[in-house]
């Protein structure tokens, strides 16, 4: 779970607000450079972050000495350095989604009363590592390490939606072809898959009512990673009677958004539809 | 070509060291998360630092205000946010091979009085991208534009050594189909792609004397991303007689180490041998 940072009691009000300013300062230009596409010139800078530039060059000096900022000397223009690429990266290799979810899927339990899980892509197809059940839980016949199927499953079907990978199509078309006749005709006759893919990416989310397991209705989300790429699914289910699953209502909104939630942590900057 | 960010005249010199004290600190506290992975306990953090943690943890306040750092409330750990991998991906985005390479161009011309260049893989082969030559130079028939053979030029074994893709080895497999027998001689009988690979990579360089352009030697060395990708070759050349293009001399060492340093200011933390 994250939290916001709490001062310690022990330090001095006086001065902690002082150091806390000048380093927000320093960060906000940071960001700002970031904002204008990490490189820009001081004017540009300075109009950006709505100071004047002889203060933001003074924390660009100190940018600099740190290796975040360098300034190229034919344009005058300070961009983001080789040490603002290092920080990046450390970032992005410890972002994680299954532990970024987890308040989401604690926020999900709570307010909607649905059992929700996070699943990655294994080898074998779309796997539950985390699960959350509220005090009255429905009984469910998948938990933690649970492979679920790609086009029968809510959760497979918001990867299929997303994850345009050969071995994903693969893994879809053998499904296909083992359905039985009542599965298969759920799907589109001449495009089963395409569809099902197009369905997902205009409604955000994939949506099944008693398709995969009897008398449960599901929702699931993608979480998307720096790239872009869908890195885990969020899901909701309940059983059907008593869980909204319908792309306009408030389960598949929550869901939604939590995941998207989950995805900007991650650092992803894409919208999730289409 | 880019410099050190000199301090304003006009600033007043104490406020300038308050300022950038603080915000330096923050940095240092910003870098040393990322040098502990992205992700550590305040204890650490204050250790590998080496300040006090009470400071550390103002700074830390400030960091998780503007984004750039969260708290895992479970663990207490402190770890890189969403702000630090947005700063990263945009230092990424504008980062320039050709562009950072410019200081490296002049100071080889300077110190070597050699003809040199930067080279990116273009769609019909390496392709020379930027040109720099000595006061009085070689007389050679490529320029910014010229495409270069992948396996007789050693900017092109260069990217051959490195780039492990398969556009680049079909590229390879159809020069050696169309080459004279005296080019086919020059190469190894049985392994004639795999052993230049295996040889630039052990080199760290590609090196030649008279293959490519009669007359003319070069030596050639792999310009890396921060992902670890060859994104362009920096190469020196001369004529045969006054240039010593062995992997062990002088202007090959230049050359790996200009390459070397291009590639850090990108974010490359990978060794280039190997």
């Known amino acids: 779970m994250t939290t916001t940072i709490e001062p310690m009691p022990t330090e001095r009000p006086r001065e902690r607000r002082q150091r806390v300013q000048a380093a927000e300062t320093g960060m906000a230009v940071l960001k700002g450079l970031a904002d204008l596409g990490g490189r820009a010139t001081l004017t540009a800078l300075s109009a950006h972050v709505g100071e004047p530039s002889s203060k933001v060059h003074r924390y660009l000096v100190s ?18 350095g080789p040490e603002a690429i290092r920080i990046g990266m450390a970032a992005m290799r410890q972002a994680d989604p299954i532990r970024a979810a987890e308040p989401a899927l604690v926020r999900l339990r709570e307010a909607l009363e649905v059992t929700c899980f996070v699943a990655v892509m294994g080898n074998k197809g779309p796997t539950i590592v985390r699960f959350e059940e509220p005090g009255l839980p429905v009984t469910v016949n998948v938990r933690v390490g649970s492979v679920l199927s790609l086009l029968w499953s809510a959760t497979g079907r918001a990867f299929l939606g997303y994850l345009d990978e050969r071995a994903v199509h693969a893994m879809a078309k053998e499904e296909l072809a083992s359905a039985l006749p009542e599965q298969r005709g759920l799907l589109d006759a001449k495009r089963p898959i395409d569809s099902l893919r197009e369905a997902v990416r205009a409604a955000g989310c994939a949506c099944v009512r008693d398709v995969y397991l009897r008398g449960i209705s599901a929702v699931a989300a993608p979480i998307r990673d720096h ?3 869908v890195c885990a699914v969020l899901t909701a289910l309940g059983a059907t009677g008593g869980f909204d699953a319908l792309e306009t209502g408030p389960i598949a909104a929550a869901v939604r958004r939590e995941a998207a939630a989950i995805s900007a942590t991650l650092g992803c900057t894409e919208p999730a539809r289409g």
């Open 63 to 80: 940018l600099g000495e740190e290796g975040l900022v360098s300034q190229d000397a034919a344009t005058q223009q300070y961009f983001l």
């Open 227 to 229: 790239t872009g790429r």
